[in-house]
């Protein structure tokens, strides 16, 4: 069965500043990566995916994540934050015909 | 178009009793998954459906179950509440099966007591 790390639960950070956030995966078939983010009071929300192709990926909000097949890593990165970043933020990985989550990043922006 | 809604968004139950969650996926959309959030676990897949069929299962107990309709809604049920069941549902919908994107709705709050 697949399965995702995430680490550093709690992270806090000043607006501007940079954020890279680390998922490492577990599954032996194809991989299709995602990054959701959860923000106070909404629901999950699909930042980007990764499916096939360029590694680096683009997504909403100037996020991007990029995926190192060697090292089993999709990592979540924006180089300059906003207090309205502020949001628990979930890797997941597809397989076996269902997500698999990490345990999320709560991510508190300082404005 | 309208995103994945479910009903009802908050509800408070006893041990014992059980509770019946509902979910309508964005129009066109044939798969249902359902995840249950708690802080302590994060989130777990419980099952998903397409085209009727239970199509897989998470590991959670025969007290869970669920199904869905020909128009695409799904409810699950939770039969004997019990006090670890409190946790946030969360219903996905894709247009297929397999690696396609999952819409998430907002979730049921349940709380048992």
């Known amino acids: 069965a697949q399965s995702v790390s995430q680490h550093n639960h709690h992270v806090i950070l000043s607006e501007a500043a940079s954020l890279e956030l680390g998922c490492n995966y577990s599954y032996g078939g194809t991989v299709n990566l995602f990054w959701y983010v959860q923000y106070p009071g909404q629901h999950l929300q699909l930042l980007l995916k990764?499916?096939?192709?360029?590694?680096l990926v683009k997504g909403i909000k100037g996020f991007e994540a990029e995926f190192i097949k060697s090292k089993f890593s999709f990592n979540l990165r924006k180089p300059s934050v906003q207090w309205s970043d502020t949001a628990e933020y979930f890797c997941a990985v597809y397989g076996n015909n269902r997500l698999a989550f990490g345990k999320g990043n709560q991510v508190v922006v300082i404005p | 178009k309208a995103g994945v809604t479910q009903t009802p968004r908050y509800l408070i139950k006893t041990r014992g009793q059980q509770v019946t969650l509902s979910c309508s996926p964005i129009s066109g959309h044939r798969s249902v998954s359902w995840y249950q959030q708690t802080p302590g676990q994060g989130l777990q897949f419980l099952f998903e459906?397409?085209?009727?069929?239970?199509?897989n299962k998470g590991n959670f107990p025969g007290r869970f179950s669920g199904r869905q309709f020909s128009n695409s809604r799904s409810e699950m049920n939770v039969s004997t509440l019990e006090l670890g069941d409190s946790a946030l549902y969360l219903c996905?919908?894709?247009?297929?099966?397999?690696?396609?994107?999952?819409?998430f709705g907002p979730g049921t709050r349940l709380t048992v007591l």
């Open positions: 996905a919908s894709s247009l297929t099966r397999s690696t396609d994107t999952q819409y």
């Open positions: 990764y499916f096939s192709g360029d590694p």
């Open positions: 459906y397409f085209s009727e069929t239970q199509r």
